[in-house]
């Protein structure tokens, strides 16, 4: 059993900062590539940024330079620094994880439950 929990979200004004936590906890054997996913009312999920175990980071065009993806594999814990909020970041905010378990070398991708980012003055 695998749970992915974020934390970190909430109402914050335009220009503002946050960040967000998102720690993996169970029958953990191998974490890989970790990743924040978005989505606002009424549109798709999309891919924020995502970092490999060694640390190789990918961003979304539209993130680049006010977004930071870090992780920390002791703590099996991602985290993403948000700076320069927009309204348009408004979303509720999804890590994700690819993992393979104790109970099987199989890789999963295993989702948190959500955190809301809402940017408004």
Request: hydrophobic content about 30%; glycine content about 12%.
């Amino acid at each position: 059993q695998v749970q992915l929990v974020e934390s970190g979200g909430g109402l914050v004004q335009p220009g503002g900062s946050l960040r967000l936590s998102c720690k993996a906890s169970g029958s953990l054997f191998s974490i890989y590539v970790m990743g924040w996913y978005r989505q606002a009312p009424g549109e798709q999920r999309e891919l924020v940024a995502t970092i490999t175990g060694g640390g190789r980071t990918n961003y979304a065009d539209s993130v680049k330079g006010r977004f930071t993806i870090s992780r920390d594999n002791a703590r099996n814990t991602v985290y993403l620094q948000i700076d320069s909020l927009k309204p348009e970041d408004t979303a509720v905010y999804y890590c994700n994880a690819d993992i393979t378990t104790t109970a099987s070398k199989t890789v999963g991708r295993y989702w948190g439950q959500g955190t809301q980012v809402t940017v408004s003055s």
